[in-house]
C-alpha cells in the first residue's frame, strides 16, 4: 500500500492578483530521482536503436538463448518512451495542479510559453540541422513537406503516412506530447481531480477501442505505435499517478521498491518478448492489452524511485545521473546523429560483435558532447528565462 509522505504537500495559499506569487511552500516541486529516470529512459530507447534485430530466435552470430535474450532487451528498449511519457505526464501534471491549489486558477498562457521556451529551442534548431543533413548525407530523406509537419508538431502522422529515413525521426514522440499539452491544461484548469482521472481512463479506453478496430480491419503498424490516440496509454498513467498521489510521494520501504522495479521491468519483458507490438500485424489481443500492461509496468519503474526510502538513490541521485537526465531531450535529439557517424566508423556492425560494441559506444560518446553543448549554449538561456519569467512552481534546483 502506497502512504503519502507527511509534510510534502503544499500549502494552499491564497490566490494573488499579482503574477507567479506564490506562498515558498507551492514554489518548487523538484525530485531529482526523475532526472535519473530520465536518463535511464534515454538509454533504453538508445538500446533499441542499437540491438534491432528483435526476438527472432535464430541469429547468424549469436546463440538462440543470447540472440533471444538480447533481442528482447532491445525491444523493451522502444518503451524508453513510454517511460517518458508517464515522467513527463506526472510532473507537469502536479506542476499544474500545485499551480491550480496555490493561486486558485491556472495561467494557461504562461504554461503554453513554458513549453515553447522548454522544447522550441533545441527542437527547431535541430529539424533545420536534419533537413540540411538531406542534401549532403545520401541516405538522409526528408521532404519538405515531412519537415512542415515536423515543424507543425504532426510528426507522429509524418511518419505514419510516410516512415522518414532522417535522423530526426525520434521527433515523433515529441510530437504526441506537444498535441497532449495543446489541450492538458484546460483540462486541470476546470476539472476536479476525480474528472482528470476519468479523462484519463476515458484515453486508455479510446486507445484500446481503436486498437480493437484496427486489429479487426487487419491494420498494423506504424499506426499503432505511432498514432497520437493508440499511444497515449503512458501519458494517461502519469496523470493518474500524479492525481493519485496527490502532491504526496508515495512512502514505501526498500523491499517493496525493489519488487516494484523487478515487476515492473519484468513485466515489460514479457511484453516485448510475447507481445509483438511492433511487427505489422500483431494479434489483435496483444495490441489491445499490450500498450496499457507497458504504461503499467513503466507506473511500477516510476514508483520504486519516486520519494524517500529508496535503495535506488545512491545511483539515480548522484551527480552524474541528475546531469545526464537534466540533458535528456538533448540526447534523445541527438543520439541518430551520433549513431549516424558510428555508421561510418564502424559499417560492419550488422556483421561483427566488436564492431556492434565499437559502434554502440562511439554513437553514445558522441551524442553526450552533443547534448551537453545543446543544454549549455542552446537550452539554458531559454531555461533561464522560463525559469524567471514565465514559471509558478518551479521543478528544476536553484
Not at 532526472?35 to 547468424?60: E, I, Q, W
Not at 538531406?134 to 510516410?162: C, D, M, R
Not at 521491468?265 to 511492433?278: E, P, S, T
Request: aromatic share 14%; with cysteine; hydrophobic share 50%.
Amino acid at each position: 500500500m502506497i502512504r503519502p509522505t507527511l509534510g510534502e504537500e503544499p500549502s494552499s495559499g491564497v490566490s494573488s492578483r499579482q503574477p507567479f506569487s506564490l506562498p515558498p511552500a507551492a514554489q518548487t516541486f523538484y525530485r531529482p530521482e526523475l532526472d535519473g529516470l530520465r536518463f535511464f529512459a534515454f538509454l533504453a530507447v538508445y538500446v533499441n536503436h542499437t540491438v534491432a534485430f528483435g526476438t527472432a530466435s535464430h541469429h547468424h552470430h549469436l546463440p538462440d538463448a543470447i540472440a533471444i535474450a538480447l533481442g528482447t532487451v532491445g525491444v523493451a528498449g522502444s518503451f524508453g518512451v513510454d517511460l517518458f511519457f508517464v515522467l513527463s505526464a506526472f510532473l507537469i501534471t502536479e506542476l499544474l495542479l500545485r499551480e491550480r491549489r496555490a493561486r486558485g486558477r491556472l495561467d494557461v498562457k504562461a504554461f503554453y510559453i513554458r513549453r515553447a521556451l522548454r522544447i522550441w529551442p533545441l527542437y527547431f534548431v535541430f529539424l533545420v540541422f536534419a533537413y540540411a543533413l538531406t542534401f549532403v548525407v545520401p541516405h538522409e530523406k526528408l521532404a519538405w513537406w515531412q519537415l512542415l509537419g515536423f515543424a507543425l508538431f504532426s510528426g507522429n502522422w509524418v511518419y505514419i503516412v510516410h516512415p522518414v529515413p532522417t535522423v530526426a525521426a525520434p521527433l515523433w514522440s515529441i510530437s504526441v506530447e506537444e498535441q497532449f499539452y495543446l489541450v492538458w491544461p484546460w483540462v486541470v484548469r476546470h476539472g476536479s481531480p476525480r474528472r482528470i482521472v476519468g479523462l484519463a481512463l476515458g484515453l486508455v479506453a479510446i486507445g484500446m477501442a481503436i486498437r480493437l478496430g484496427f486489429g479487426v480491419a487487419d491494420i498494423g503498424e506504424p499506426w499503432v505505435s505511432k498514432n497520437s490516440l493508440t499511444r497515449v496509454d503512458g501519458i494517461a498513467a502519469g496523470v493518474i499517478l500524479a492525481v493519485a498521489l496527490g502532491g504526496n510521494m508515495p512512502r514505501i520501504g526498500p523491499g517493496p521498491r525493489v519488487a516494484l522495479l523487478a515487476g515492473g521491468l519484468a513485466l515489460l519483458l514479457w511484453v516485448a518478448y510475447g507481445f509483438d507490438l511492433f511487427e505489422a500485424h500483431t494479434e489483435t489481443l496483444a495490441s489491445v492489452m499490450g500498450w496499457p500492461f507497458v504504461a503499467l509496468g513503466c507506473v511500477a519503474v516510476v514508483i520504486s524511485a519516486l520519494g524517500r526510502n529508496s535503495p535506488f538513490d545512491f545511483a539515480l541521485k548522484s551527480k552524474p545521473l541528475i546531469y545526464l537526465g537534466r540533458i535528456s531531450f538533448g540526447l534523445y535529439v541527438f543520439h541518430q546523429v551520433g549513431l549516424l557517424v558510428a555508421d561510418r566508423v564502424f559499417p560492419r556492425f550488422n556483421d561483427a560483435a566488436s564492431q556492434w560494441l565499437g559502434h554502440t559506444a562511439l554513437g553514445l560518446l558522441l551524442t553526450v558532447p552533443m547534448a551537453a553543448a545543446s543544454y549549455r549554449w542552446l537550452e539554458q538561456p531559454f531555461l533561464k528565462l522560463k525559469q524567471r519569467r514565465f514559471t509558478v512552481v518551479g521543478s528544476r534546483p536553484e
